[in-house]
Every structure is written in structure tokens, then in C-alpha cells.
């Protein structure tokens, strides 16, 4: 501390020459002028250290002792503001740059939200947004007790929020009710289920209604398979009776699916030849500020942007991006019997593989694979598996008494 004190008051090194030493620090201390680090390097000569304040009241000193007196070196902070006047501009850079750190600390630059998994963080950012939080809101305007109240009113989910302030974030905890997984039982309207395609039935589980039809039996579209009508029968076997359902059942068709492929044994292939060019470009919403071209004929283009964002949840409207053109040559080629023949059965994986991806199980393939002299057809059919039963009204009966 005494050190940083000297500092900013500016002490002197001075060596102080003459017959009069002794009387000249004599006159010093009934002048109270303080002196530290006294040396006597040669009979006749002292080296000392001394404040300025206590440096300007020598002159009568020396005056009276005829020493002569010479500044050795110079330290502190007025001699180092004297030597930098003509670096003004740096200091005063110096000073602005110490307000806006003073300046910007009051502030919060990075909003935080924690364990929501129900409500998206941008919807909530959206909602502090409506309430005046926003990057760059003052620490001192946030009530952090009323901030979390209108979180919870907002979200009826929310259980929990704590909302605390660390330096420049503004964090929010939240805790969300867990949504039970119990099965509702709902009402369900009353419907029959009908086919959607025709085909043969191999299989049907009924869970509620009255089956209309057996494995085996041929099924065409809009046919009713499952009635939602229940029969409620007296001790008699006599209808007293009708109750509906909604009718629910494991119904699967059996039917063909025609299939038709057909491509040019000639063809144009694609390569890149490695020649590639780069350029960056800034964008500032909807301006481009671009190195060079957007598009180029022959090229691929490749681009990737990124957002500037300052904190977490921070982001400036402006965007980063690069751009990489890289050259394509075409050639023209012929595919020969087997590649072709090769690349129509994949084709045909392809087509199976989406089948499958609807619920599908094929059961046979009947698609036969012909090569001429300058195309390649695969036709036929495939024959497919799959779930049917599409819910349709239910004809009401009058109820007959016994």
C-alpha cells in the first residue's frame, strides 16, 4: 500500500553535492522535510530519496548550505501524466473503455433457462420478451421475486422457477409438473370398420364389434369387415336389444401390387474434377456483403453459415457464412447388361424397402427384369401384406322387445 501511495504522490532520487552535507540534512529535518534511503557513497556526496512536495521546499536549503543539488531519476504518476500529454487520445480511450466495462456490467447480457422440457426455451425468451426482459435490460429493473410469480402464471406446468442474477446472466430455474402417463378411457363414437383395398383376408383379430368375414374370404373395397353393433340376446336367444361399439380390430389383406420401371441404358455421370474455390461473406439480414459470385454454371455449391451471437441466448442479425464451389464434369456412358440388371434391382429394394417402412410385409415377388439394346424395364407385380380397416358410420336399428 505505501508503495502504490508513493506512487501516485511522485518521489525524486536526487544527489545532493557539497562541503555542507551535514548541515544540509540538519536544515531538513527542522524543516520537516522527509528523507528516505540515504547513502554516502563519497565524502561530499549524499544520494537520497525524497517526495516532490518536500523536493520544492529545498530552495532556501540549498540556498543557505551552497550544496549543489541534481534529479537523478523521476517516478510516479505526475511525472508519468506530464510525459504523456501528448497521448491524449490513448488515455481518454482508457477512460471510455473503463465506463463502458462500468457501464455494461449493470446490465444483463446472457438470459439462461434451466430444466424445462415441456415449454421450449425460445417460447419463454418470447414471453420474458413481452415483460421487458430482454438482453441489455438493467440489473437494477429485475425483480427476480416478481419474475418468477409471472413465469408460474404463465405456465401452469411450471411448479417451480427460481429466478436469481450472477453478474451479467440472468438465471432461471424451472421445475416442471410430470405428466402422468395413466390411460384415459375416452367415449368413443360408434363406427364399423370397412375395407380400404381389395384383396384376401389371412388374418382378423376383433377386439370389439361383430366380424363380418373369415380368413380366406375376398374382401373389395368399402366392404364392410367389422360391424359395430352388438347383438344383446335374452335367455330365449331373442334380440332385445342393440348396443354400439367402436368397433376395433387386427385386420390383414392380402393383395398385388403392380410394379413398372423403366431407364436408358445411356446416361450422363457426374464427377468432381478437385478443382475448388472459396470466398466468405457477411450478411446483415437480408443484405449480402459477398466476395464473389453466388452461382456458377458447372459447379457444385456448397455454403454453411453461422449466427453471431455475443452470450448463450444473445444472437446480432448478423450471419457468418463461407461458400465452396467445386467443378463437375459430365460424361456420357452406357451401362452394360449386368449393371444395368444390377441397378434395376436395387431400384426394386428401394421400392420394398418403403413398403415395409408403411407397415407392409411382402409375401411374393412376381417382377421380372428385361435388358434391350438401349433400355433396361423391370414390370410386374409384388404381393403384399398389410393392415386394412377404415372406420365408417354404423346403421342404427331400433331396438326390438321381447
Not at 106 to 122: D, F, K, S
Not at 127 to 146: P, Y
Not at 366 to 385: F, M, Q, W
Request: aromatic share 8%; with cysteine.
Amino acid at each position: 500500500m505505501e508503495k502504490f501511495l508513493k506512487f501516485l504522490s511522485g518521489y525524486v532520487i536526487l544527489e545532493v553535492q557539497g562541503e555542507q552535507c551535514e548541515r544540509f540534512l540538519n536544515l531538513c529535518r527542522a524543516k520537516n522535510i522527509s528523507i528516505r534511503k540515504l547513502k554516502c557513497p563519497n565524502p561530499g556526496c549524499l544520494i537520497l530519496e525524497m517526495h516532490i512536495r518536500d523536493f520544492f521546499s529545498l530552495r532556501p536549503v540549498r540556498s543557505k548550505t551552497g550544496v549543489h543539488i541534481r534529479v537523478i531519476r523521476k517516478y510516479g504518476m505526475p511525472f508519468f501524466i506530464v510525459r504523456s500529454k501528448k497521448r491524449i487520445a490513448f488515455f481518454a480511450g482508457i477512460l471510455l473503455c473503463a465506463f463502458l466495462i462500468l457501464f455494461l456490467s449493470g446490465r444483463i447480457w446472457n438470459i439462461h433457462i434451466e430444466g424445462n422440457i415441456q415449454n421450449p426455451t425460445p417460447d419463454i425468451l418470447g414471453f420474458l420478451s413481452e415483460q421487458g426482459i430482454v438482453h441489455g435490460i438493467s440489473k437494477r429493473t429485475i425483480n427476480c421475486a416478481d419474475l418468477a410469480a409471472s413465469v408460474r402464471r404463465q405456465y401452469p406446468e411450471i411448479t417451480w422457477v427460481s429466478a436469481r442474477i450472477e453478474g451479467t446472466r440472468l438465471i432461471l430455474t424451472i421445475q416442471e409438473e410430470e405428466i402422468p402417463q395413466d390411460s384415459v378411457t375416452e367415449t368413443e363414437t360408434p363406427c364399423s370398420l370397412a375395407a380400404d383395398v381389395e384383396g384376401t383376408i389371412v388374418k382378423i383379430i376383433t377386439k370389439a364389434g361383430t366380424p363380418q368375414v373369415l380368413p380366406g374370404d375376398i374382401c373389395k373395397k368399402g366392404e364392410l369387415l367389422v360391424l359395430g353393433r352388438l347383438e344383446i340376446l335374452n335367455d330365449s336367444q331373442e334380440i332385445i336389444r342393440y348396443e354400439y361399439v367402436h368397433a376395433d380390430a387386427d385386420i390383414y389383406v392380402e393383395h398385388e401390387l403392380p410394379y413398372y420401371r423403366e431407364f436408358s441404358l445411356s446416361h450422363e455421370e457426374e464427377f468432381l474434377s478437385g478443382d475448388t474455390e472459396h470466398h466468405s461473406y457477411i450478411r446483415l439480414g437480408n443484405f449480402y456483403l459477398d466476395t464473389g459470385k453466388t452461382q456458377k454454371s458447372g459447379w457444385r455449391r456448397t455454403a454453411w453459415e453461422k449466427q453471431v451471437r455475443l452470450t448463450e441466448n444473445f444472437y446480432l442479425p448478423i450471419w457468418l457464412g463461407n461458400v465452396t464451389f467445386e467443378k463437375i464434369q459430365k460424361v456420357t456412358s452406357v451401362y452394360s447388361k449386368e449393371e444395368a440388371k444390377s441397378l434395376a434391382v436395387k431400384q426394386l429394394q428401394q421400392y420394398e424397402e418403403k413398403l415395409i417402412e408403411q407397415g407392409m410385409e411382402i409375401s411374393a415377388n412376381h417382377v421380372k427384369i428385361e435388358t434391350d439394346y438401349d433400355s433396361c424395364t423391370a414390370r410386374g407385380t409384388l404381393t403384399v401384406i398389410e393392415k386394412t380397416g377404415i372406420p365408417v358410420a354404423v346403421e342404427r336399428k331400433e331396438d326390438e322387445e321381447t
